[in-house]
């Protein structure tokens, strides 16, 4: 479908832009389907599963090769993998692979989102659910993760589910840091308190993604990674942990649909 139709389309029946889907390739050579919300010229607004609406400007990308539109429901997410569900795949494979102990006597803490995703692949590795804290700011949806995968969920901030573990001298197996943002205040406070407090195990893993699709620069998120990948290393010798790094900051980061904003590092806790 060329780009002129597209347009005339949405200009003519606006009603059914909710009711279309685009199918974007990303960095990670997969195909990944949003639902369309709404079109200013040739930016349309794209919902994805699990994530905030996004921009995406059709003339900045090949039609065919780097986004096709969807022309039946059947289209949508036939042969593609979410990527978060590939991040979550990352984890437990380096928890499996680097902490020898029982999963089901591990414990872990994470951010998650409505769609329980972290939490469900831990619980599916053999994670006891008791043994999972959960940390979202949003009620009713720290309500909905709870009762449907049986963890421990905190309303409230990463910083405050942390807090409470130091608390109840709680040590963590894994550790996923799945902010929203970029890492700062109240994130690098808790990232603090994990190694300031020593809630890491030995043999643990910890995995930090940040975000920086709200900034213009194209080079911001690069230099986000590389000060995340420093700030965890000073922390870690700080208190006498010796770490390695799974995802080193030049490979980490990647394409979220069509904008280079996003970063995954991966830490493996040797002692």
């Known amino acids: 479908m060329k780009l002129d139709k597209i347009h005339n389309q949405f200009e003519i029946m606006p009603f059914q832009i909710v009711q279309r889907s685009i199918n974007i390739l990303w960095n990670d050579g997969k195909w990944y389907v949003g639902k369309i919300t709404s079109q200013k010229g040739t930016v349309l607004k794209v919902h994805y599963a699990g994530t905030p609406i996004l921009s995406y400007d059709l003339k900045k990308h090949k039609e065919g ?32 692979k680097h902490c020898k102990g029982s999963s089901s006597r591990a414990r872990a803490c994470v951010i998650d989102a409505e769609t329980a995703n972290s939490t469900r692949a831990l619980i599916e590795a053999g994670f006891n659910t008791k043994n999972i804290t959960v940390a979202n700011w949003n009620e009713s949806i720290s309500e909905s993760i709870r009762s449907r995968t049986g963890a421990t969920v905190k309303t409230g901030s990463f910083l405050m589910a942390l ?31 994990l190694f300031d407090s020593t809630l890491l195990k030995p043999r643990s893993v910890l995995a930090i993604t940040i975000c920086a699709r709200l900034n213009k620069r194209s080079k911001l998120s690069f230099a986000a990674a590389r000060d995340a990948h420093s700030f965890v290393k000073r922390l870690a010798k700080k208190n006498g942990y010796v770490i390695s790094t799974s995802t080193m900051p030049s490979k980490s980061h990647y394409t979220e649909k069509g904008k280079a904003t996003m970063s995954h590092l991966m830490f493996e806790v040797l002692r």
């Open 163 to 193: 807090a409470h573990g130091a608390h109840v001298k709680h040590k963590y197996d894994v550790v996923y840091a799945d902010f929203c943002g970029m890492l700062k205040g109240t994130h690098r406070a808790a990232i603090a308190l």
């Open 65 to 96: 090769t780097e986004w096709k539109m969807c022309t039946k429901p059947t289209d949508a997410y036939k042969g593609s993998v979410s990527r978060k569900n590939l991040q979550n795949e990352n984890l437990v494979h380096a928890f499996v």
